[in-house]
């Protein structure tokens, strides 16, 4: 029997309305109370549907929808058409009722307090989030083992590197025990024991908690290492829902995004031709 969905969207968009100023002179002033305005489509009839316990990759290149998607997912941004659900809910209908219930990390984003150790951090989001202290220490242990964080928990966050910021970004995304983690290129920039760090931790994660990820990533060996089915969203639209194993054109762990797309559109493109 097949597992819930605990992610869900139908025909999901997003529209923003971008100004430009105009060019030229009128009556002798240059237009600025006028500009030209118009519509910019970064998500365009969206559909998924993710069980739980499933780990997702979704993958494009820069400007396809990717972050704008999560985002709606996570009530920071409003559908202009379309629905978006969590749990059953809207997210931005009920933002608290499913913040309760998702982690987010963001990349090139952090929620760590940046003059602060990284232990502070811990403990003003025990307090946001209501954590009961027993539960709070239990996760805080179990993760800065799976993490390694005890080397630099009390160091001001400001003071750590990308990787170790990363590792204490996703520690503090899992302190209340989410059942959804949203994770936005979360590997970028990160060196190559960083990654394996990061990775590890998710596996070990989805693993003993079925915790459902949605990962963003430019990254193959992201999608290769962690995920069995993939999304490929392109100028706002999903052009592939499957495995990994059945993408078209699929290439190796080590090629680029560029790559993996270039190969995904030939193959596509000849199959439409047979």
């Not at 952090?110 to 239990?138: E, G, K, N, V």
């Not at 750590?160 to 204490?168: A, F, T, W």
């Not at 100028?235 to 080590?254: C, F, I, K, N, Q």
């Amino acid at each position: 029997m097949p597992s819930e969905a605990v992610i869900r969207t139908h025909d999901l968009r997003k529209t923003f309305r971008v100004a430009k100023r105009r060019h030229g002179w009128l009556g002798g002033v240059r237009s600025l109370v006028n500009p030209i305005v118009h519509e910019v489509v970064a998500v365009d009839g969206v559909n998924l549907s993710i069980a739980r316990g499933e780990m997702v990759a979704c993958l494009g290149p820069n400007g396809a929808g990717k972050s704008t998607t999560i985002k709606m997912l996570t009530g920071i941004l409003v559908p202009t058409d379309g629905t978006a659900e969590v749990f059953g809910l809207q997210p931005h209908d009920h933002r608290r009722a499913v913040a309760q219930r998702m982690g987010v990390v963001f990349g090139q984003r952090t929620q760590l307090w940046w003059d602060l150790p990284l232990r502070d951090s811990f403990d003003l989001l025990r307090y946001i989030y209501r954590i009961p202290t027993r539960r709070f220490a239990h996760n805080l242990g179990v993760f800065a083992d799976l993490l390694d964080l005890g080397a630099f928990i009390d160091t001001p966050v400001r003071q750590l590197s990308l990787g170790q910021r990363m590792r204490g970004d996703l520690a503090a995304a899992l302190l209340h025990d989410p059942e959804v983690l949203y994770l936005d290129e979360p590997t970028i920039g990160l060196d190559v024991v960083a990654k394996h760090h990061v990775r590890s931790f998710l596996q070990e994660l989805n693993r003993e908690r079925g915790v459902t990820v949605l990962l963003t990533t430019h990254d193959m060996s992201d999608v290769e290492r962690l995920c069995s089915r993939l999304v490929i969203i392109d100028r706002g639209r999903v052009l592939y829902d499957g495995s990994l194993d059945a993408m078209p054109g699929r290439v190796g762990e080590d090629a680029t995004l560029e790559d993996t797309l270039r190969q995904f559109y030939e193959q596509s493109s000849r199959a439409v031709l047979v």
